[in-house]
């Protein structure tokens, strides 16, 4: 998808914006300094293109307005315009704006990931030195946080065969969701504007033994403890996996800000386990 980010800060009259706007539509037709005047010129837009206005000031300049019209205006006819409008101080790489995925199609994609790597020998993931510029040039735009287990057998971007980019991984011993994490979370949900949160628990996860055999340093209490409390005397290692796993999602869900964005943006949050021995990643309902 193409983007363009119009930087309040850097443009101070309605003749700069033109000029902008000439060389980022790389269009022939004329576009007045007016922008309510745009119509032909943004009707020509014929592939996905995201537009971005990014406001620096409390108060704007006339032909500011009028430009956010202008392309609001053309964004009802033309499918193709995706508008968006920011008032914070972030810089341009911060606006790593919304996937193209719903949390419905976020879990699919991770789902048919995870059928891949069933049957792959090697990772296909994109790592490409095109996918790294385009990248570092256009920011991140990750479809799904996956909060995981650090353990080495547990590496998301494999079991859901992704490339660079497509995940936002988050990966503590035994997944526990702690400030640190908790702050990764609605940091992707809210300025990535990612709509899917899977966590990710695992078979044979070492914390989860920890945990139920109690017997573990008091330098792994940080992560030994919270898994004890969400587990409580369960002896099955694959049910307290599931209720450490669930125990997150509450924790998560908890968030004021993150419980706002599942009520008004459709943020959704997922558990899972995936099977250590062999390679099956079980989602719970």
Not at 91 to 96: E, G, Q, T
Not at 112 to 124: P, V, W
Not at 154 to 169: A, I, K, N
Request: glycine share 6%.
């Amino acid at each position: 998808m193409n983007e363009i980010i119009v930087d309040e800060s850097a443009i101070t009259s309605p003749e700069e914006l033109e000029a902008f706007f000439l060389n980022a539509l790389e269009t022939d037709a004329r576009i007045s300094p007016t922008p309510l005047k745009w119509k032909d010129a943004l009707e020509e837009i014929d592939v996905p293109t995201r537009i971005v206005f990014k406001r620096a000031h409390a108060t704007h300049k006339p032909w500011w307005d009028e430009a956010v019209q202008a392309v609001k205006d053309a964004q009802a006819d033309n499918d193709f315009i995706e508008l968006f409008v920011y008032d914070d101080d972030l810089d341009a790489h911060d606006f790593d704006l919304s996937s193209e995925l719903d949390a419905s199609q976020a879990l699919t994609a991770l789902k048919r990931g995870n059928a891949r790597y069933l049957e792959a020998s090697h990772a296909h993931g994109d790592i490409s030195a095109g996918t790294i510029e385009h990248l570092f040039s256009n920011g991140q735009h990750p479809y799904a946080v996956i909060v995981s287990c650090a353990d080495s057998r547990v590496v998301p971007e494999h079991l859901f065969m992704t490339g660079l980019g497509e995940l936002f991984t988050i990966r503590v011993a035994g997944n526990v969701i702690d400030k640190a994490a908790m702050a990764s979370i609605v940091y992707a949900c809210s300025h990535l504007h990612v709509k899917l949160v899977l966590v990710l628990g695992h078979t044979n996860c070492g914390a989860i033994e920890a945990a139920m055999e109690g017997t573990h340093s008091e330098a792994l209490a940080p992560l030994t403890k919270p898994i004890a409390r969400a587990i409580g005397d369960e002896k099955d290692p694959y049910v307290a996996s599931a209720l450490n796993v669930k125990a997150a999602i509450c924790h998560i869900v908890s968030n004021g800000e993150l419980y706002t964005l599942m009520n008004n943006e459709g943020l959704e949050v997922h558990g899972a386990i995936y099977h250590t021995h062999s390679g099956v990643v079980d989602f719970l309902d």
